[in-house]
């Protein structure tokens, strides 16, 4: 079956770097999406990677290493607008995505 | 532009009714999906569409039709609602020649009493 896995919740202080994993087990890979989902909302875009390596978009980086089935989104400088629920998906061989449950992330003062 | 819009926000149905959510977009994306979302799951998708007069059944179809008569609208149909209906619908659109972004409406909140 198709599979991905990120932790339900992390706790971080405002200010500080935190890193959300994502493992993914999926028939065929085309590309790995993050996505911030404020709570009542629709998820909005932030990262894609289909090349192994670092992507970095100004707080926020994204790391894929197909070969490990890992991502990662690190997210720098913490602000209490990043309390969010962090959404990773893979598109497979179908070119349909697969959701993992998402992350909360909660960020203190 | 008004992106991918969905009516209503909020709808409360009995156990047996019938409704259509609306989903409309103006980016003249080929691709477009329903999905649903419930606590602790991640999206699960429930029909998808590649073009006008294209519909594929995703994960979860089982209990709601769907129809893609232009590019722009691509309505979700309950037939006969049950309480395991209740959830979060999102609909998103895609282009087929920008595939790496999922354009989603601000969801409909639907419970089935």
């Known amino acids: 079956g198709q599979n991905i896995d990120q932790p339900t919740e992390m706790t971080a202080t405002e200010g500080a770097i935190v890193q959300i994993n994502c493992t993914y087990q999926?028939?065929?890979?085309?590309?790995l999406f993050w996505y911030q989902q404020h709570a009542g909302e629709a998820p909005t875009f932030l990262s894609y990677n289909v090349l192994d390596g670092l992507e970095e978009k100004g707080r926020f980086s994204s790391f894929l290493s197909r070969s490990k089935g890992y991502s990662y989104l690190l997210l720098k400088e913490l602000q209490m607008k990043d309390s969010a629920s962090y959404l990773c998906a893979v598109t497979d061989s179908n070119y349909q995505l697969i959701w993992g449950a998402g992350t909360k992330l909660i960020i203190k003062p | 532009n008004a992106g991918v819009t969905q009516t209503p926000k909020f709808r409360v149905l009995k156990t047996g009714q019938s409704m259509t959510l609306l989903c409309a977009q103006d980016m003249n994306h080929e691709y477009m999906y329903w999905y649903r979302q419930d606590p602790g799951m991640g999206l699960r998708l429930i029909h998808y569409s590649v073009g006008e007069g294209t519909t594929a059944k995703g994960e979860v179809p089982d209990g709601y039709n769907v129809s893609r008569s232009t590019t722009e609208d691509f309505p979700l149909r309950l037939l006969s609602a049950a309480p395991s209906q209740t959830s979060v619908y999102f609909c998103?659109?895609?282009?087929?020649?920008?595939?790496?972004?999922?354009?989603f409406g601000p969801g409909t909140r639907l419970t089935v009493l």
């Open positions: 998103a659109s895609v282009s087929a020649t920008h595939a790496d972004t999922q354009y």
């Open positions: 999926t028939s065929g890979f085309n590309g």
